[in-house]
């Protein structure tokens, strides 16, 4: 079932790579509904890792209330198309914000500009769900994730 705080089904699927690193070195998002961790560290504004591209919509997802977070707004993920055709996934705070990024890069493109996912109900969170993980705590979240 879909956690309806991080809308994740999969409850230790990320870090999706490189888990110990990203745990032990980069701020989280504790899901306070599921446990789920998920990469919120900001490196300057817009750096987060939520606001690149994804391969898959699925992906994208994991990391939407991340995006949500940072934004202090809901967000939806946007299908683009680049000029070799690939599609990558991508999460916008709102439709302006996707067309400033279209006019900066010209050869993607994004057919109809509706978001292909978006949530429809946001559930706040408390600052003390961003933060750095103890060493215990990724010790048990990677023991978790091996079993999952
Ligand atoms: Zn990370
Ligand atoms: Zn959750």
Same mark, same amino acid.
């Given at each position: 079932? =879909?956690?309806?705080?991080?809308?994740?089904?999969?409850?230790?699927?990320?870090?999706?790579?490189?888990?110990?690193? +990203?745990?032990?070195?980069?701020?989280?998002?504790?899901?306070? !509904? +599921?446990?789920?961790?998920? +990469?919120?560290?900001?490196?300057?504004?817009? =750096?987060?890792? +939520?606001?690149?591209?994804?391969? !898959?919509?699925?992906?994208?997802?994991?990391?939407?209330?991340?995006?949500?977070?940072? !934004?202090? @707004?809901?967000?939806?993920?946007?299908?683009?198309?680049?000029?070799?055709?690939?599609?990558?996934?991508?999460?916008?705070?709102?439709?302006?914000?996707?067309?400033?990024?279209?006019?900066? %890069?010209?050869?993607?493109?994004?057919? %109809?500009? !509706?978001?292909?996912? =978006?949530?429809?109900?946001?559930? =706040?969170? @408390?600052?003390?769900?961003?933060?750095?993980?103890?060493?215990?705590?990724?010790?048990?979240?990677?023991?978790?994730?091996?079993?999952?």
């Amino acid at each position: 079932m =879909k956690c309806k705080e991080c809308y994740s089904e999969n409850q230790r699927i990320t870090p999706l790579n490189g888990a110990r690193k +990203c745990l032990e070195n980069h701020r989280q998002y504790i899901c306070a !509904t +599921c446990g789920r961790t998920v +990469c919120i560290d900001l490196g300057g504004e817009r =750096k987060a890792r +939520c606001f690149f591209p994804f391969s !898959t919509k699925e992906m994208a997802v994991l990391y939407l209330k991340c995006a949500e977070i940072i !934004t202090g @707004s809901g967000c939806g993920i946007y299908e683009l198309i680049y000029t070799r055709g690939d599609r990558r996934y991508k999460i916008f705070a709102s439709e302006n914000e996707l067309c400033r990024f279209l006019e900066k %890069n010209r050869d993607i493109r994004c057919e %109809n500009r !509706t978001p292909v996912y =978006k949530t429809e109900e946001i559930t =706040k969170i @408390s600052p003390e769900q961003i933060r750095y993980l103890t060493k215990e705590e990724v010790e048990k979240y990677l023991s978790e994730k091996k079993h999952k």
